[in-house]
């Protein structure tokens, strides 16, 4: 009886995993993950920069603009489910534009390990 309430109770932890492609019994989870997470701030304050800031992953031909949902502590995220290795443009009017070394978004069995960088605009 207690084996079946264990059952019962894990039942839909068990539905909300997926095994990989290949079936190896591994639990992949359903959501997408952001392969790329920058943060954007001011060099000179530390301040989080997020109205008129354009972030823009580049990986040869594809180029995606990075989005941020979080206005308090702003976090731009894109390259869902997408390895490459890319470039990061940040631009905002009265800072100097910065261009990062290339950064590399691989991946596991089930999903883009993310990346995170913290990224400082000085004023111009």
Do not use: W
Request: glycine share 6%.
């Amino acid at each position: 009886m207690k084996k079946l309430l264990l059952i019962i109770a894990l039942f839909p932890f068990l539905l909300a995993t997926q095994c990989d492609d290949e079936d190896n019994g591994i639990a992949c989870t359903e959501e997408a993950r952001a392969g790329l997470n920058i943060t954007v701030k001011d060099a000179e304050t530390n301040v989080y920069l997020n109205e008129g800031v354009a972030v823009v992953a580049t990986d040869g031909s594809y180029s995606e603009a990075l989005i941020s949902f979080d206005v308090a502590e702003p976090i731009f995220s894109g390259a869902y489910e997408r390895e490459g290795n890319y470039t990061i443009t940040v631009s905002k009017t009265g800072y100097v534009t910065f261009t990062s070394e290339v950064v590399s978004v691989t991946s596991d069995v089930c999903h883009v390990i993310p990346q995170q960088r913290t990224i400082l605009l000085h004023p111009e």
